[in-house]
């Protein structure tokens, strides 16, 4: 049966299709997103019940014979069942998926990018609570990885970051920061001081060090509204989940 294939992921997103079928998109180490037909798995049948469920972490034997390659069983190795189970943790890790749904693409594995997605996925599981400044993190992590870092280092223009300058607008069409000296443009990202510096060692750290950083509120605002709006940005669209999870940031 050399069609047959094992591949471990995450459900980024589920979709019913027909009457007794699932679509399930998954992000995995070796094959980035990928996309396989779950055949009858509305209908509960017993080797998928409880298994083929948004965020789950799979071991999974495929067939990819066809087309849209059809499931043939489903092992489960973390449910991250406390994300289902409070609102704030469930939208949040719906939003970090849907990074991974429309970020990423099929046969552009990246164990990094992997690794980071189960590592934040366990994080906001343990800490419902900590939830703005867990996805703060996850942000910058992921756009770092893909190359879209932006640049804080220091004012685009006059080269500095210190607090005479401060505060700071994020140009989501530079991708860098600009003064309130060297800028009195209206409707930028605003961005405090120590944002900025919370940041820049976010993305600096490797990620099993980051839950040592502590955001405030002001900082996982303006963090939150910089990422999202920037994404926006080099997306071209607002991504739905964002409009579910943060219904009251800037459009
Ligand atoms: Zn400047």
């Excluded at 298994?51 to 092992?75: G, H, M, V």
């Excluded at 209206?186 to 510096?197: D, E, F, M, S, Y």
């Excluded at 990422?227 to 739905?240: A, S, T, V």
Aim: hydrophobic fraction near 40%.
């Amino acid at each position: 049966m050399r069609n047959l294939k094992t591949i471990r992921l995450v459900v980024i997103r589920t979709q019913e299709l027909g009457e007794s079928d699932k679509l399930i998109t998954g992000y995995s180490k070796e094959k980035g997103k990928i996309q396989l037909l779950a055949k009858g798995a509305q209908r509960s049948l017993k080797r998928f019940v409880n298994k083929l469920e948004l965020f789950s972490y799979l071991t999974i034997q495929y067939n990819d014979k066809y087309r849209l390659p059809i499931i043939n069983w489903a092992e489960l190795l973390d449910s991250f069942l406390p994300l289902r189970q409070c609102y704030n943790s469930y939208t949040t890790a719906i939003l970090i998926c849907e990074h991974f749904y429309y970020w990423t693409a099929a046969d552009d594995g990246d164990k990094e990018l992997f690794n980071c997605l189960l590592w934040f996925l366990g994080e906001l599981a343990r800490q419902p609570a900590r939830n703005s400044q867990i996805l703060v993190l996850f942000l910058s992590k992921f756009y770092d990885r893909l190359g879209y870092r932006p640049d804080l280092t220091a004012c685009a223009v006059c080269g500095k970051l210190d607090n005479t300058a401060a505060p700071f607008a994020f140009r989501t069409a530079h991708g860098a920061i600009i003064c309130r000296r060297c800028s009195v443009e209206r409707g930028a990202i605003p961005l405090a001081l120590p944002t900025i510096k919370l940041l820049s060692l976010a993305f600096e750290l490797p990620v099993g060090k980051l839950s040592r950083l502590k955001l405030n509120n002001r900082a996982c605002r303006e963090a939150l509204n910089l990422f999202r709006c920037y994404g926006r940005y080099l997306l071209d669209r607002d991504m739905q989940a964002w409009q579910s999870t943060y219904p009251h940031f800037n459009k």
